[in-house]
């Protein structure tokens, strides 16, 4: 030391330690010295101060920085100064106080090993207060910690939605957002040769759903998803892609036969019932499959689509497979239903008129109205040409109303030129039957009361008539419009539907007619059911009669009146207005020579519009 200020005042020197003091004051670092031999510390005030003693002496007892250490710090900070003594070194450590108020500090302590002037090994170094940075660390390391929890959580519920938003929440298949992508994909996926899309259709499920509820609706979902998936491998794919549809694509199942095998197991594993509670479910379905190489897979979807409608068509629960020849058929009933369904407005639906006659007296009693569409480039078409489809779209309703329409124009032409026609029958459909406008419509065409007779086919009564039809049969027979059931026999026993509904006749049909002539048992059958009419007050019509031997029998055993090619073809409504024309002028010549042969005579059953 001595040399050390060599050279310098005192003066310069107390200067020089003033402002050592100042600078350790103010940077609030503590100065501390130990001699180890005599266990003795030397203290400046700023430790003191960073230790809360209150006291003042330079020298302290080594006990006083012991019992200051945090408990658990003891052993590091004790360890730390040993190691330091051990290498005669570098002495670093970090420690926590308590201060006597309870407080706790952090304090760094930094110092080195030397010997004294006497050679006594001792320390001296320096120490300060870093608590407001291991507060500050320990903040930034929770922070650190929590952003980072943060992040985890935002990813995992990222995957949920993104999960969500690819799969349908009922049967936790993907949807078809999911199966979109994954065609794609599969489409570009170099080891994937051929692909087989199989399209599936529940049968049923609405009337599970309106039957059962909206439960038993999801448990059939549900179930139809397992077994959809339970007939697949791994590396297919099962996806929710509507209501009840369901898709699955197969990969690599080149082999026809083993493609045939597996759409025939997801069709049974479907045709099984679904348990629901104590209730055993019916189901069944129609799958469409349409497969092809990958490089050609580009209409896969809609071309199982169009095997699937040719399914349904077919009559359901079945499974078909696409073929071009389906799709053109498909393409040019598509093109049909187009034109038909301006056809109405087009005015090319127009009716043919076939007479009906008095069995005995053989006067015409009545027109069925049927329609015919001219067709601007193929012609007349009778209804086999047009109204399965008019079905299939749905607007045979329209085709009906467009042939009421002109019927009554007709009759209307008709009675301008001075004839009187007869009543007209025309073909109504269940469609339109069930339309709740219906007798509104049919009120603003003022149609004159006896002129029209509606005929229903029995299906569409026995079908568990709604409310609406119900009402618009009330409706229609307030208006004083005649019922009749029309191919009577041809389906269902009809006697329920003839005793609720109370029609004005029935149509014998034609299949059953024709058989009078060469079977006594139908002969019988026939007899029967008009004797039954008789009983409940309805008259009867033989329809399809096709010679005079028909005509005769049927005229033997009751039936009213006769409609046939034996009587007379569909015509037109110039060759219909002819025909009414001539008899007409007939029964007048036949009239007068009645009533100039007899002076009086009755004209017979049916005649009053003769
Ligand atoms: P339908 O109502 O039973 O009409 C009788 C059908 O039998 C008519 O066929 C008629 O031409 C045919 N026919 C008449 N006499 C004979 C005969 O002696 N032998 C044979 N083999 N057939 C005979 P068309 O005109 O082809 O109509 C077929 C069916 O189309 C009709 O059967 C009817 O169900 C339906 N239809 C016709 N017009 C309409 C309509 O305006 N609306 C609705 N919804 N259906 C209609
Ligand atoms: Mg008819
Ligand atoms: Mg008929």
Redesign the pocket.
Known sequence: MAEATSGRSEEEFQDLLRRLELALEASQIGVWQHNITEQELLWDPQMHKLYGTGLQERKVPSDVWVNALHPDDIESAVRDFDMALERKGFYNSQFRIILPGGEVRHLRSRGHYYEDAEGAPSFIGAEWDVTADVLLNRELTSQKAIAEARAVALEQSRARIEHAADHDYLTGLPNRRYFDRRLAELRKDASVETLAVVHIDLNGFKEINDKWGHAAGDATLQSAAARISGAITANDLVARIGGDEFVAVLVNVGDIERLEAIASDIFSRLRRDVRFGNEMLKIGASIGVATGQTSSAGNLLAESDVALFQAKKLGRNRVEFFTTQLQSDLQAERRLADELRLAPVLRQIEPFY?IQVDARSRRIVGL????RWRHPERGLL???AF?KVADEYGF?AE??AA?LKRALADRAAWVSQGLSPPRIA????GRRLADPDLIVGLRALRIPRDAIAF?LVETIFLDEPDEVVLANIAGIKEMVIEIEI??FGSGHASLIGLVKLKPKRLKID?QLVTAVTVSEEQRRLVGSIIEIARTLNVEVVA????SEDHARILAEIGCDEL????IGN?SSEKETAALLKSAQAASHSRFSAHVAAHATGSAGRGSDHS
């Open positions: 076939q069925e109205a049927l329609a009778s209804p086999v109204l045979t085709i009906d042939v025309v073909n109504i459909s005929e029309d191919d034609r329809e399809g009669v096709e409609q046939g090619y034996a569909p």
